[in-house]
Structure formats: C-alpha cells, structure tokens
C-alpha cells in the first residue's frame, strides 16, 4: 500500500485560494499510476475532485474546472491541489488518493472549510 498524507487545508473566505499537499512514498512516487484528490462534504458521499496520472494527464469534476488545478512533483514526492476561486460549497474533506499497480491507497483527510 502506499503511504499518503495530507496537509494544507483550513479556513478561508469565499473567492479565496488554497493549496492542498500529498506526500506520497518516496520509492515509488513516479511508479504510481495515478494520484487524485476526492472530498467528502458532511452528508454526502465521497466524490472525484481531480486526477493526474503519470503521464501527466489530468481530469477535473465539472464543479471544479477553471478553479482547480492538480499537480505533481517528483522531486518532492508530492501531489498538489490548487484551489482558486474557493466557494463554501467547497467545504468538504479533502482526501487524497492513489492507484500503484491495482492497489489504491488513501490518506486520512484534511479539512477545507470556506466561509461566505
């Protein structure tokens, strides 16, 4: 399984802007397949926000296109999710998620809290 965790998130006003990080296993960072960023907001179930692959390709939930921006770092094993235009529908926690060879792994979450 592959070791994630999470950082970045907290609170912000409406219209404002965050970058969320995802450490990732160092040893096999660039292997990694695919790494995304998925949120749960309370009473809702989990849903896709962004995914790179290692090819560099990106998808973005219809929700987020022109505001978010995924990235990835290898030198940092590291993932990023820049967050622009925040809206408190935004709020959620925000995890982050890899595919390594079939396997998908998890981080434990980091909450973003925007506020009108």
């Known amino acids: 399984q592959v070791q994630l965790v999470e950082s970045g998130g907290g609170l912000v006003q409406a219209g404002g802007s965050l970058r969320l990080s995802c450490a990732a296993s160092?040893?096999?960072?660039?292997?990694?397949?695919?790494l995304g960023w998925y949120r749960q907001a309370p009473g809702k179930q989990r849903e896709l926000v962004a995914r790179?692959?290692?090819?560099?390709?990106?998808a973005y939930a219809d929700s987020v296109k022109g505001r978010f921006t995924i990235s990835r770092d290898n030198a940092k094993n590291t993932v990023y999710l820049q967050m622009n235009s925040l809206k408190p529908e935004d709020t959620a926690v925000y995890y982050c998620?890899?595919?390594?060879?079939?396997?998908?792994?998890w981080g434990q979450g980091t909450q973003v809290t925007v506020s009108s």
């Open positions: 998620n890899a595919v390594y060879y079939g396997l998908i792994s």
């Open positions: 160092g040893s096999i960072f660039a292997s990694i397949n695919a």
């Open positions: 790179i692959t290692s090819g560099g390709s990106t």
